[in-house]
């Protein structure tokens, strides 16, 4: 298991990144109900005894409402959220992408301009109020600049058939 971030609350628990941790391991927060990495690289957490909220932290003492999920445009501003380095915007770069992680491949990724670092993992990715990924990973950091890669939401819901929660 690794440090990973947050992604969305869901019903229940929140989303967050595959490689994170394998089903049936423990967080913080509660119990890997489903997780998949690779191909995929999304899971979900089930929380009993904590109650997610509709929105994510912006890191500057706010929170941003998360309104649903629909899908932005290549070319739309997008802004992450992670643990590691906090709020971070850039946009969308292509949809239905792969990335290879040392000899894993995942598929069908938003391709973006936002950096991440290690721990940003998991981490929410939004255009506006709409809830679009989690953190796959990338290249570079946020000094220099990079790449990122996620996972779309609505497919980590359909996969687990959950409800986001919603602001």
């Not at 973006?112 to 990338?138: F, H, I, K, M, R």
Request: aromatic share 10%; with cysteine.
């Amino acid at each position: 298991m690794y440090r990973c971030s947050i992604g969305f609350g869901v019903v229940g628990g929140f989303v967050t990144a595959g490689h994170c941790g394998s089903q049936g391991e423990s967080t913080n927060y509660g119990t890997f109900a489903g997780s998949s990495f690779p191909d995929n690289d999304y899971a979900w957490v089930s929380t009993p005894n904590h109650n997610p909220l509709g929105e994510v932290v912006d890191w500057s003492g706010g929170n941003v409402a998360v309104k649903g999920s629909t899908p932005a445009p290549v070319g739309a501003t997008v802004c992450r959220s992670g643990s590691t380095t906090g709020w971070h915007c850039g946009e969308i770069l292509a949809y239905d992408t792969s990335v290879q992680y040392g000899s894993d491949t995942v598929n069908g990724l938003i391709e973006t301009t936002v950096c991440a670092e290690p721990g940003d993992s998991g981490g929410s990715l939004l255009a506006g109020d709409q809830a679009q990924g989690v953190t796959s990973g990338g290249w570079g950091d946020c000094s220099s600049g990079g790449q990122t890669w996620f996972q779309p939401v609505n497919e980590i819901l359909d996969a687990y058939g959950l409800t986001l929660l919603t602001n």
